[in-house]
């Protein structure tokens, strides 16, 4: 039972490229997240989604984009990276809302230079 | 603005005694909220939660104590023990939703042998 699975675990990238991000999670939980983790700052909701098809902006939503196709995947896409989303970024899902315990992936070390 | 807060960056304790850990928040409709804990180069695994109807709720080894008056949390830890050397996450919802949630920047706990 992997639980949820993102991938890679590190990246680096130059200013201005694009990228996605991976996250599956095999639970078959509805909701899921992404977060970005910055020093000092705990964790910052980017984007969420509360069922396949459905999305909805977090609390930094800015530079990011999201889909989600099916309830398993829940990639998380920059458009043209910039030294501001130097972050470790997690993936979580949750079987309730996202006020109920979810389940974090590894997290992912982006770098942008 | 950070609506979560953990002012203490770290604490060390000896194993065996306990550990108190602290969060205030400042808005006044969360009314959910969560502990984490994280171990280095993993994601958040989820510890404890309470809602705003209960001033306490316990598992274990774990408490967590709930003012709302003084918009507080703590999280207790009796006995420590080494395995619980871990960054812990607070967590609030509930402030423009159940899918709002604010992390604080964590607190760096040490137990000793």
């Known amino acids: 039972n992997a639980g949820v699975t993102q991938t890679p675990k590190f990246q680096v990238l130059k200013t201005g490229q694009s990228m996605t991000l991976q996250c599956a999670q095999d639970?078959?939980?509805?909701?899921m997240s992404w977060y970005r983790q910055d020093p000092g700052m705990g964790l910052r909701l980017i984007h969420y989604?509360?069922?396949?098809?459905?999305?909805d902006q977090g609390e930094v939503p800015n530079g990011y984009n999201v889909s989600r196709s099916t309830t398993e995947d829940f990639p998380l896409r920059l458009l043209s990276a910039a030294p501001s989303q130097t972050s470790v970024y997690f993936c979580?899902?949750?079987?309730?809302?996202?006020?109920?315990?979810?389940?974090f992936g590894q997290g992912t070390r982006l770098t942008v230079v | 603005d950070q609506q979560v807060k953990q002012n203490s960056p770290s604490l060390s304790v000896q194993e065996g005694r306990i550990s108190i850990l602290n969060c205030d928040y400042t808005n006044s409709m969360f009314d959910y909220f969560l502990w984490y804990k994280k171990y280095p180069a993993e994601g958040p695994t989820f510890l404890i939660s309470?809602?705003?109807?209960?001033d306490k709720n316990e598992d274990g080894r774990f408490t967590v104590f709930l003012n709302k008056s003084a918009k507080h949390l703590s999280l207790h830890i009796v006995p420590s023990q080494p395995g619980d050397s871990a960054v812990y996450f607070c967590a609030a919802s509930g402030g423009t939703g159940n899918n709002d949630m604010r992390f604080g920047a964590g607190t760096r706990l040490t137990v000793k042998p």
């Open positions: 639970m078959n939980h509805e909701y």
């Open positions: 989604s509360v069922g396949a098809g459905i999305t």
């Open positions: 979580a899902s949750s079987h309730g809302q996202l006020n109920t315990e979810a389940f």
């Open positions: 309470i809602s705003s109807i209960k």
